[in-house]
């Protein structure tokens, strides 16, 4: 397995435009998890999904944050409008709740996200 | 918030055996210790993960004390390649896990 895509893998835009970030997890992982990383703040989980289904969506900064997964291989995060603020590094990860213990998670290489 | 207290950093210089020392004094009975590196510019990987007792694997020894409050991660003979961003976290299944600031872990020569 090619582990789990991210695209893009950077992005430069601009105050107020629409930003969307896509991720493919690994093939029969059933957990899905949105993470953002800043230099003050660290990795923050942003929400994650269970078979498609949102768990918990607290960790969403706001409203002009969203995320969706319209099947088991593909999921997005959509910022609108962004803002500069919301320059970061976002991961997605995937794991496997059938894993002895409590699953490893597996992380993309991320997306570098600057709004200018 | 992150359940665990870590140390920010910790230097080391190659060869030599690190250890990294993580309390959670709060833990559950639920709860797997589980950490994670984390190299510039890449996403965490999974290190090691055990519940209690002693958990060795080809990257690390993790050293569980009986009460589980504290854990210690064991690198044997560091290399400069292991430097990086060292998490440790308690997880449960079904649940995400919460990351803290890591262990900045720097190896020199």
């Known amino acids: 397995d090619a582990g789990v895509i991210q695209s893009p893998r950077h992005e430069v835009t601009e105050m107020g435009q629409e930003v969307t970030l896509r991720c493919k997890p690994i093939?029969?992982?059933?957990?899905l998890f949105w993470y953002r990383q800043t230099m003050m703040r660290g990795l923050e989980l942003l929400i994650y999904?269970?078979?498609?289904?949102?768990?918990?969506d607290s960790g969403m900064p706001e409203d002009r944050f969203s995320a969706k997964m319209p099947n088991a291989s593909f999921s997005t995060l959509k910022i609108q409008p962004s803002e500069p603020r919301d320059s970061a590094v976002y991961f997605c990860a995937s794991s496997f709740s059938r894993t002895p213990g409590t699953g490893e998670l597996f992380f993309g290489e991320g997306s570098r996200l600057t709004v200018l | 918030l992150a359940k665990t207290t870590q140390p920010i950093s910790m230097d080391s210089y190659e060869g030599q055996e690190v250890n990294i020392t993580c309390s959670h004094n709060?833990?559950?009975?639920?709860?797997?210790i589980t950490w994670y590196q984390q190299f510039p510019s890449q996403g965490p990987r999974f290190i090691i993960q055990g519940y209690k007792t002693k958990v060795t694997n080809e990257v690390a020894s993790l050293f569980i004390p009986a009460d589980r409050k504290s854990s210690t991660l064991s690198l044997p003979r560091v290399s400069l390649s292991d430097t990086a961003v060292y998490y440790c976290l308690l997880n449960q299944a079904g649940t995400a896990l919460i990351f803290g600031k890591g262990t900045t872990l720097s190896v020199s020569s």
């Open positions: 093939s029969g992982h059933d957990y």
């Open positions: 999904f269970n078979n498609n289904v949102p768990i918990d």
């Open positions: 709060n833990i559950a009975t639920n709860d797997y």
